[in-house]
């Protein structure tokens, strides 16, 4: 299993890291079979998981039991949780004990949105021996604030911004940084910037990793295609295939088959 320090070492060695999101035990199992190097419990999951149309509805207690679930079925994979909109932005007791939720799960490490007014925390999570992933760019759970899904960074006056809040989270504490839906040289640059490791969505080649949603990597969700997507399965179309297959054999009496029940020589006798 990666810890954080592998973090900063595949950096250093030109190696890239690989993350993608799971919520689930079923899931976890399979991304646990993998080659994949880390999972997100991401806050997406008020999307993926519960269908609402942002992260915002994303609790703590959601977001500890989907920990609890994953770390359960990945036992061998480093584990950030996402913090949830509002949840590291109360008094620090409030803080501590949503960080706490999440890291008792099951946990490795916490990601937070933002650096202006977290780096404190930043500071202070790291201190008590709770590594924090930061996230910049794009962040989802400020969506009302930036008007919508969009590309940050694309004036000079928010890509200085951006670069600033890299430096912040990386000098509070933070062991990577997410960059998601950032022009590509500029993400470049602040990679190169950073002793800590980049992990982008949407935001080029040039970072140290990537990370993408399980259900689009998995092509599950057809409704959501934005340009950085890209499906390595037609998961949709194999489900409903497979669903499909079964009401037809169901319906036309090929299944279940001798095969699949228990003791069906009985029916075959005469009464
Ligand atoms: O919640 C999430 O899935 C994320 C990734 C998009 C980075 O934060």
Same mark, same amino acid.
């Given at each position: 299993?990666?810890?954080?320090?592998?973090?900063?070492?595949?950096?250093?060695?030109?190696?890239?890291?690989?993350?993608?999101?799971?919520?689930?035990?079923?899931?976890?199992?399979?991304?646990?079979?993998?080659?994949?190097?880390?999972?997100?419990?991401?806050?997406?999951?008020?999307?993926?998981?519960?269908?609402?149309?942002?992260?915002?509805p994303?609790?703590?207690?959601?977001?500890?039991?989907?920990?609890?679930?994953?770390?359960?079925g990945?036992?061998?994979?480093?584990?950030?949780?996402?913090?949830?909109?509002?949840?590291?932005?109360?008094?620090?007791?409030?803080?501590?004990?949503?960080?706490?939720?999440?890291?008792?799960?099951?946990?490795?490490?916490?990601?937070?949105?933002?650096?202006?007014?977290?780096?404190?925390?930043?500071?202070?999570?790291?201190?008590?021996g709770v590594?924090?992933?930061?996230?910049?760019?794009?962040?989802?759970?400020?969506?009302?604030?930036?008007?919508?899904?969009?590309?940050?960074?694309?004036?000079?006056?928010?890509?200085?911004?951006?670069? +600033?809040?890299? !430096? @912040?989270?990386?000098?509070?504490?933070a062991?990577?940084?997410?960059?998601?839906?950032? $022009?590509?040289? =500029? %993400?470049?640059?602040?990679?190169?910037?950073?002793?800590?490791?980049?992990?982008?969505?949407?935001?080029?080649?040039?970072?140290?990793?990537?990370?993408?949603?399980?259900?689009?990597?998995?092509?599950?969700?057809?409704?959501?295609?934005?340009?950085?997507?890209?499906?390595?399965?037609?998961?949709?179309?194999?489900?409903?295939?497979a669903?499909? +297959?079964?009401? !037809? @054999?169901?319906?036309?009496?090929?299944?279940?088959?001798?095969?699949?029940?228990?003791? $069906?020589?009985? =029916? %075959?006798?005469?009464?």
């Open positions: 299993m990666m810890n954080i320090f592998d973090f900063t070492k595949k950096k250093q060695a030109g190696e890239k890291i690989t993350m993608v999101t799971c919520y689930d035990y079923t899931s976890a199992v399979l991304v646990d079979r993998s080659d994949v190097d880390c999972i997100l419990v991401g806050d997406s999951l008020a999307m993926t998981m519960h269908g609402f149309n942002s992260t915002v994303a609790t703590v207690e959601m977001m500890a039991m989907h920990t609890a679930a994953v770390a359960r990945a036992k061998d994979k480093f584990i950030v949780a996402d913090l949830p909109f509002l949840a590291y932005r109360k008094d620090l007791g409030d803080n501590i004990a949503a960080v706490q939720a999440v890291m008792q799960a099951g946990a490795h490490a916490v990601k937070i949105e933002g650096a202006a007014g977290n780096t404190d925390l930043v500071r202070h999570l790291t201190e008590s590594p924090v992933m930061g996230h910049i760019g794009l962040t989802p759970q400020f969506v009302h604030l930036l008007g919508g899904y969009r590309v940050q960074g694309k004036t000079e006056e928010s890509a200085n911004r951006l670069k +600033e809040e890299a !430096q @912040a989270l990386e000098q509070a504490g062991f990577s940084l997410v960059m998601e839906c950032v $022009p590509t040289l =500029l %993400a470049a640059e602040i990679t190169q910037s950073l002793r800590i490791a980049t992990i982008g969505i949407g935001a080029g080649a040039e970072t140290d990793g990537q990370v993408l949603v399980f259900q689009d990597l998995l092509g599950l969700n057809t409704d959501f295609r934005p340009k950085f997507v890209k499906n390595f399965l037609d998961g949709a179309g194999l489900v409903t295939g669903l499909n +297959e079964y009401n !037809q @054999a169901v319906k036309t009496g090929a299944f279940p088959d001798a095969n699949h029940s228990f003791n $069906p020589e009985r =029916l %075959a006798k005469p009464a």
